[in-house]
């Protein structure tokens, strides 16, 4: 990103929401390779509405328990460290930006494709990086959160922006370059850098649409931009603009790395990924 663009951001993006220490806190512990079940518990548990949330997460039909699960270290007993992890992340992360949307642009799209992406994301870690699978999974989470900020922030520009993609057939980030002399990746960002994450993470969310410009992390540059054209391509969220996209828009080196063939992903990826998706879909519903 451009230091003029980056300035604009300054200047037109504000009152974005700060990071709260819960969230930070259960990020790092996602970083922290040795990070125990009994620092994650301490962090949700100082944190009644994540806590909260989290058992009601548990308790819903989506798991299916037959009996009621009460407290957080049965959670995590049942769930399992990295499930309660991811819950936890997406519940306080989703908890922070407004669930209604000013116009007629879908935040219950843009979810169900943010959920979609992390978990397709962490699949292909599970297969090429396995010892961050929850980074990526945080990546895929946060890619598209620009797209909140700028709706929030300029919500007619941006849903005429919506509208020309879905018009023309284009995809979003193009049109939001025009308009706005940024698009929607960079805001996610900006967002990221404001909230003082990993290097690696902000700029694979900022790149997901510009993996060519990727140098020391292609790896999470590459997955992150993979995984949200695969759930492009199989209408996982949609938000208006999946139609310009096929697994042809895929990176080529991208696409080389993470084995995605003409026909989509391939070997043990192609089982993971299935799997993961159907996960996903459950925990959409969970937040619907
Ligand atoms: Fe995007
Ligand atoms: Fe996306």
Redesign the pocket.
């Given at each position: 990103m451009n230091e003029t663009a980056r300035h604009r951001i300054v200047e037109k993006i504000r009152d974005l929401p700060t990071l709260p220490s819960t969230v930070a806190q259960i990020i790092s512990v996602t970083n922290d390779p040795e990070a125990s079940v009994e620092d994650l518990k301490k962090i949700i548990e100082a944190d009644q509405v994540v806590a909260g949330r989290i058992l009601r997460a548990v308790n819903s039909a989506y798991y299916g328990f037959p009996r009621q699960v009460d407290t957080l270290s049965k959670a995590i007993v049942i769930l399992g460290f990295n499930n309660v992890r991811s819950i936890a992340l997406s519940v306080s992360i989703m908890e922070l930006f407004p669930m209604k949307s000013p116009n007629s642009f879908s935040y219950n799209q843009l979810w169900a494709?943010?959920v979609g992406?992390a978990h397709c994301a962490r699949s292909i870690a599970r297969v090429f990086n396995p010892r961050q699978t929850e980074q990526y999974f945080v990546a895929g989470l946060l890619?598209?959160i620009g797209l909140v900020a700028m709706n929030q922030c300029f919500p007619d520009d941006f849903i005429n922006c919506y509208n020309s993609a879905i018009k023309q057939k284009r995809p979003l980030f193009e049109v939001e370059v025009e308009r706005f002399e940024f698009d929607h990746a960079d805001v996610s960002q900006f967002v990221a850098d404001r909230w003082l994450l990993p290097s690696t993470l902000s700029t694979a969310i900022g790149l997901?649409h510009r993996p060519h410009e990727a140098n020391d992390n292609d790896k999470i540059v590459y997955a992150i931009h993979t995984a949200?054209i695969i759930?492009?391509t199989m209408a996982f969220g949609d938000y208006g603009d999946n139609a310009p996209f096929s697994l042809d828009s895929i990176y080529k080196p991208a696409a080389k790395m993470i084995e995605i063939t003409p026909e989509g992903p391939s070997g043990n990826l192609k089982k993971i990924l299935a799997e993961d998706l159907k996960e996903a879909e459950g925990f959409v519903k969970l937040f619907n």
């Open positions: 494709h943010a992406v890619h598209d997901h949200d759930c492009k």
